[in-house]
């Protein structure tokens, strides 16, 4: 058993590190076949947005509404999740809701941790100029409203990285 609940973290752990280390364009990018391989592996982390981003949904949307549907997307599920208990009245509900619950946040927590973490890194340009990397479009400036989404950040880094 302890190899079937180390594989997932593994896989998760895997995929999040080839799409971190293709993005930012340096040599530390994984080769094909590697590439291909970790990409398959992404389908361990649920990561809903990677097959159908926001951007196609809603056309406006930038890397803080992802952020935000991330975040709060799957403590709604949580939530839910741990309603079990009140609409299915028996004694298994209370045990099947807990053992959910920590599966689900198990499922999520790589992808969701990376998220957030995307928040705080930023590229350079031009010696003054920075800018976000998940999305290059939005600079890392001192705005109110990045420093805005940086709280927010902040307070899910210790919700959801530190918290499960």
């Known amino acids: 058993t302890g190899v079937q609940t180390c594989a997932l973290p593994i896989c998760q752990v895997l995929s999040e590190f080839a799409r971190i280390s293709s993005s930012t364009g340096k040599s530390g990018e994984y080769k094909n076949p590697a590439s291909t391989f970790a990409g398959a592996l992404s389908v361990s982390n649920l990561d809903v947005l990677g097959f159908v981003p926001l951007g196609c949904l809603f ?50 927590y790589t992808s969701v941790s990376t998220t957030v973490f995307e928040t705080f890194a ?17 600079a890392c400036d001192g705005s109110a409203a990045r420093r805005g989404w940086v709280a927010y950040a902040v307070l899910t880094l210790f919700v959801y990285s530190l918290g499960t």
Not at 70 to 93: E, Y
Not at 124 to 137: I, M, N, P, S, V
């Open 122 to 138: 930023c590229d350079e340009f031009d010696g003054d100029q920075r800018f976000l990397r998940a999305e290059l479009t939005l």
């Open 59 to 108: 056309p406006g949307a930038t890397f803080y509404q992802k952020l935000l549907v991330k975040t709060v997307g799957p403590a709604l599920v949580l939530a839910v999740l741990m309603l079990i208990p009140l609409v299915v009245r028996n004694d298994s509900a209370p045990p099947l809701a807990k053992k959910l619950s920590l599966l689900w946040l198990e499922l999520i």
